[in-house]
């Protein structure tokens, strides 16, 4: 009976010692992943915004709040893939001028990687657009090395270097800079009188660009972004390049409630990865080895009682 039972813990010993390290490489990484349903709101200031009103037909200058909305489509989520939709308002609280931009996006990625996958009627503003490299998120267990980051503003992608790490609300962070070149971003109508030109009469079309630089600070573990920062310029230039006006210029930060919320967040997931990564699978393996040490004993202890009787 003993030689059996040491059998017995022998076989399940070697079975959890090799459960082990598929638990930590390939079961562990795939319960990783990007809710399907996620919903979020994240909000930013930026005071001292300055903007080209179209209702009042004149740059104005004003503190901005943004709010940004996501939600995911469970409906699109399939395999790796999952698709968020998001909208970001932005309103002149300073003049009360409600709304002076409402872009929805919708976007599709990779849940385990962040990165873009190029489908489900991707848009930015209800223009289809191609995705590339990083969105909303950075890929589990973050390098201290440069990334591929989707700018919405720009409709493409452009490295985001790291630059350093920082504590944010106790976590410690990678930060990542992206700086984007002029780009230019749209042609749209406007009365030649705004733009200063004064040997026209009536509507002149001209072309809006953009640049800046966004900053990323990344809880590494989790690939989570727990602030952000980002400065925007923004131009109405005629086409030939003789007048230009401001179309928004600003720098918006996440407020503290956000980035108190996202830190939160961030740690929970940490934990999550910890538990699934590190914990469960240590705990298998030692329970593993201590099986098979007992099973070795009891059946090294049952020979040398055989051999004793005889």
């Not at 890929?139 to 980051?149: E, G, N």
């Not at 106790?170 to 984007?180: M, P, S, T, W």
Request: aromatic residues 8%; contains cysteine; proline residues 5%.
């Amino acid at each position: 009976m003993r030689r059996t039972v040491g059998l017995v813990l022998i076989a399940l010993g070697a079975f959890l010692i090799v459960l082990a390290p598929l638990v930590r490489f390939q079961v562990g990484p795939k319960l990783i992943a990007a809710p399907a349903d996620y919903y979020g709101i994240s909000e930013l200031t930026a005071p001292g915004a300055r903007y080209f009103s179209i209702g009042d037909l004149k740059v104005m200058t004003g503190d901005a709040d943004i709010t940004v909305t996501m939600r995911g489509d469970v409906s699109q989520a399939q395999g790796d893939r999952v698709v968020w939709d998001e909208v970001m308002a932005v309103n002149d609280v300073t003049n009360d001028n409600p709304l002076i931009s409402l872009v929805p996006r919708r976007s599709a990625f990779n849940k385990y990687t962040g990165e873009a996958v190029d489908c489900c009627a991707a848009n930015i503003d209800k223009k289809p657009v191609k995705l590339e490299g990083q969105v909303y998120l950075f890929p589990f267990d973050v390098q201290k090395k440069t990334y591929r980051v989707f700018n919405a503003t720009a409709g493409k992608a452009f490295d985001a270097r790291f630059t350093g790490e920082e504590n944010v609300n106790g976590v410690r962070a990678y930060r990542f800079e992206q700086d984007v070149p002029k780009t230019k971003t749209e042609t749209r109508t406007v009365p030649a009188s705004i733009m200063g030109v004064t040997d026209t009469t009536g509507d002149i079309q001209v072309d809006r660009y953009y640049s800046g630089r966004n900053t990323f600070w990344v809880e590494p573990t989790t690939g989570s972004p727990v602030k952000q920062e980002q400065e925007r310029h923004e131009v109405l230039t005629t086409q030939d390049g003789a007048h230009s006006i401001t179309a928004f210029d600003a720098t918006a930060r996440m407020t503290p409630k956000t980035v108190d919320a996202l830190v939160k967040k961030a740690l929970d997931g940490r934990s999550q990865i910890t538990l699934l990564k590190v914990t469960i699978p240590l705990v298998v393996l030692i329970v593993g080895v201590v099986m098979l040490a007992a099973g070795i004993l009891m059946v090294v202890a049952g020979r040398g009682r055989r051999v004793r009787t005889r």
